[in-house]
């Protein structure tokens, strides 16, 4: 990967709530390309590892539990810049505090049901991208 990629993941309410096609457009009508794109379910530690860097904070229980909890869509997502520019997509991690306009602010609910994941760097993008898709997924 070459810093023009990133991953997101549309979240089990959002998915729930019927929000995947306009997020989605939202997404391509701001520049990206999708890569590689899955419906899928996490277990509980599949969500654990996934978010293993939050494993000390006092949200891991409840945010592996909730991301476990129905339906999510994972997508490799391409664009220059595309970590920094998708996380401005998305907003602030509270809706309460994120932009007009941004994902998080028109669909999220809360700060942690916040509709979307955004990779936070390059290097996360990658091992979170090799968490959902084998290279025969990627196009
Ligand atoms: P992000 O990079 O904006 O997604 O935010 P973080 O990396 O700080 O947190 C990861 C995810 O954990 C967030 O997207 C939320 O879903 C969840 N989260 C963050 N803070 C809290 C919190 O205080 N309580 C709960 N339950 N979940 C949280």
């Known amino acids: 990967m070459n810093g023009n990629q990133t991953l997101t993941m549309i979240k089990p309410v959002a998915v729930e709530r019927n929000y995947v096609g306009s997020i989605i457009q939202k997404i391509t009508d701001s520049g990206f390309k999708i890569c590689a794109i899955k419906m899928t379910q996490l277990t509980k530690d599949q969500a654990g590892v996934f978010y293993a860097v939050h494993k000390d904070k006092p949200f891991y229980e409840d945010l592996t539990t909730f991301m476990s909890s129905g339906?999510?869509?994972?997508?490799?997502?391409?664009?220059?810049?595309?970590?920094?520019?998708?996380?401005?997509?998305?907003?602030?991690?509270?809706?309460?505090d994120a932009e007009e306009g941004t994902i998080r602010k028109l669909y999220a609910e809360s700060k942690s049901h916040n509709a979307v994941h955004g990779s936070d760097s390059d290097e996360n993008a990658q091992i979170e991208s090799d968490f959902f898709f084998s290279k025969i997924e990627r196009y």
């Open 71 to 96: 339906t999510i869509v994972a997508m490799i997502l391409e664009k220059e810049n595309a970590v920094d520019d998708f996380r401005k997509l998305i907003g602030a991690t509270d809706p309460v």
